[in-house]
């Protein structure tokens, strides 16, 4: 990664998804990403079926809609493009101190105030990205699915993803824990562990997914030492069974949690896990810091 790439800027402590009068589509920059990500939120309602601790939307005011619009969708998604490709973007006083090398268009990522794949017209959604990404000759940008996991083997979720597969698409899982009892303590999830695990092991199978992690401390405290080695253990279940993981994002707090027993891991200490990542498993993990 470039140093721009690496350093810590503003915009990555604030991805507001109400970008002026848009409903559903929305620019930040990214650290995870190194550049512009337009993010497309297919949970205007704010339900989710998880209720992590390190959660950072607010799920206080009323929603503004509950159903997703396809027609708005792509309105607003064609309108970003155009801003973010011309320029006019990093004219706006959110944008405008924004490194030069971050102003490409890096991915199209499906991430809002909930599960995107929750979504009723998910797979509408994601052919409808597609064909704009098309229209917009964006061949290098991809299209994210930030997910956690619990619904990619489902019929009209496995259906959207053969369509990603066709369109530079990439799968973020979330994998936050080793163990059942951290699991619940840290996602407070619908679905047990071991669903997530297979799920993202079928995903995986098909086609490489990146692993996406976070860290954090819990009143004070960092993940034990048998947490993280069971954690370690859950990537090399993964792979053992033929899922294919690309590389590993293990990262903490960096935005203002839903908990305020959360707080961020020092940058050693991702470091340390990012380093047990890369001798447990043999596989690629990349710090992001808070």
Same mark, same amino acid.
């Given at each position: 990664?470039? $140093?721009?790439?690496?350093?810590?800027?503003?915009?990555?402590?604030?991805?507001?998804? +109400?970008?002026? +009068?848009?409903?559903?589509?929305?620019?930040?920059i990214?650290?995870r990403?190194?550049?512009l990500?337009?993010?497309?939120?297919?949970?205007?309602?704010?339900a989710?079926?998880?209720?992590c601790?390190?959660?950072?939307?607010?799920?206080?005011?009323?929603?503004?809609?509950? $159903?997703? +619009?396809?027609?708005?969708?792509r309105?607003?998604?064609?309108?970003?493009?155009?801003?973010?490709?011309?320029?006019?973007?990093?004219?706006?006083?959110?944008?405008?101190?924004?490194?030069?090398?971050?102003?490409?268009?890096?991915?199209?990522?499906?991430s809002?105030?909930?599960?995107?794949?929750?979504?009723?017209?998910?797979?509408?959604?994601? +052919?409808?990205?597609?064909?704009?990404?098309?229209d917009?000759?964006l061949?290098?940008?991809?299209?994210?699915?930030?997910? $956690?996991?619990?619904?990619?083997?489902?019929?009209?979720?496995?259906?959207?993803?053969?369509?990603?597969?066709?369109?530079?698409?990439?799968?973020?899982a979330?994998?936050?824990?080793g163990?059942?009892?951290?699991?619940?303590?840290?996602?407070?999830?619908?679905?047990?562990?071991?669903?997530?695990?297979?799920?993202?092991?079928?995903?995986?199978?098909?086609?490489?997914?990146?692993?996406?992690?976070?860290?954090?401390?819990?009143?004070?405290?960092?993940?034990s030492?048998?947490?993280?080695?069971?954690?370690?253990?859950?990537?090399?279940?993964?792979?053992?069974?033929?899922?294919?993981?690309?590389?590993?994002?293990?990262?903490?707090?960096?935005?203002?949690?839903?908990?305020?027993?959360?707080?961020?891991?020092?940058?050693?200490?991702? $470091?340390?896990?990012?380093?047990?990542?890369?001798?447990?498993?043999?596989?690629?993990?990349?710090?992001?810091?808070?």
């Amino acid at each position: 990664m470039s $140093d721009t790439t690496n350093q810590s800027l503003p915009q990555h402590r604030s991805h507001p998804r +109400d970008w002026h +009068d848009n409903l559903f589509v929305y620019p930040v920059i990214s650290r995870r990403s190194g550049g512009l990500s337009i993010g497309i939120n297919l949970n205007p309602d704010t339900a989710c079926n998880f209720d992590c601790v390190y959660c950072q939307v607010d799920r206080s005011p009323k929603p503004r809609v509950r $159903d997703v +619009d396809l027609d708005r969708v792509r309105e607003e998604l064609t309108g970003i493009i155009s801003l973010a490709t011309d320029g006019r973007l990093f004219k706006f006083p959110e944008f405008c101190d924004v490194p030069e090398s971050l102003r490409h268009v890096h991915d199209i990522a499906f991430s809002g105030d909930g599960e995107p794949t929750t979504c009723k017209v998910f797979r509408e959604c994601v +052919d409808l990205v597609a064909s704009v990404r098309r229209d917009a000759a964006l061949a290098d940008t991809k299209i994210v699915l930030i997910t $956690d996991a619990c619904y990619l083997t489902r019929p009209d979720v496995t259906s959207a993803l053969a369509i990603l597969d066709d369109n530079n698409g990439a799968i973020w899982a979330k994998l936050d824990a080793g163990t059942e009892a951290y699991y619940q303590q840290v996602n407070r999830p619908n679905y047990p562990l071991q669903h997530v695990i297979d799920n993202i092991a079928a995903a995986a199978r098909v086609r490489p997914v990146v692993i996406q992690s976070l860290f954090m401390r819990l009143y004070d405290v960092p993940p034990s030492d048998d947490e993280l080695l069971a954690y370690v253990d859950r990537l090399r279940e993964i792979t053992s069974v033929g899922g294919r993981i690309d590389y590993v994002q293990v990262y903490t707090i960096a935005r203002p949690p839903a908990e305020s027993f959360v707080t961020s891991l020092s940058s050693d200490e991702v $470091d340390a896990i990012v380093e047990r990542v890369r001798q447990g498993t043999g596989l690629w993990a990349e710090p992001f810091y808070g």
